[in-house]
């Protein structure tokens, strides 16, 4: 019997992982570059400005419609640290209309929420942190953004 409910939640687990994607595999600066480029969007390398000693590298890409942010960290603490901070950000300036969603699996953690007309998502891959925010009008297309991404 306990075996049974061993291969059961094994089974389980496996499942839940299988569905929410599992492990996520991170982006170099170059990948990350070569996929946005290939569908057309400019990506600026702002490292150079960027004030904080734990990140390596800041790319921004800038459209009519959105903004993203792709950020590698010194480490995978450092980006975990960081995501949770801009994901504190983003819940302490919901309205009063809000909804988010929030995934944290193995490698990564997602958060995405819409508040007062305006949509913002963050995700950690590892030591990399990608950060969008645009009017809920294009949170479609900035989902689709982040799935090309794998992120």
């Known amino acids: 019997m306990k075996r049974i409910a061993l291969v059961v939640l094994i089974a389980i687990i496996a499942l839940a992982l299988v569905a929410c994607g599992g492990p996520r595999e991170v982006l170099s600066v170059e990948e990350f570059t070569s ?3 290939a569908e057309g969007f400019s990506v600026e390398d702002l490292t150079h400005v960027w004030q904080d000693p734990f990140v390596e590298t800041f790319l921004l890409v800038e459209t009519g419609d959105f903004e993203m942010q792709f950020f590698v960290f010194e480490s995978e603490a450092d980006a975990r640290a960081s995501f949770s901070h801009i994901k504190g950000l983003f819940e302490d300036a919901r309205g009063s209309s809000s909804s988010h ?5 193995a ?13 913002e998502a963050i995700t950690r891959v590892e030591d990399t942190l990608v950060v969008a925010q645009t009017s809920a ?4 297309d900035v989902n689709a953004v982040f799935d090309l991404l794998g992120y």
């Open 101 to 105: 969603t929030e995934t944290n699996i």
């Open 35 to 37: 996929r946005m480029e």
């Open 137 to 140: 009008e294009n949170r479609a």
């Open 107 to 119: 490698n990564f953690n997602r958060f995405r929420q819409t508040t007062d007309g305006r949509f």
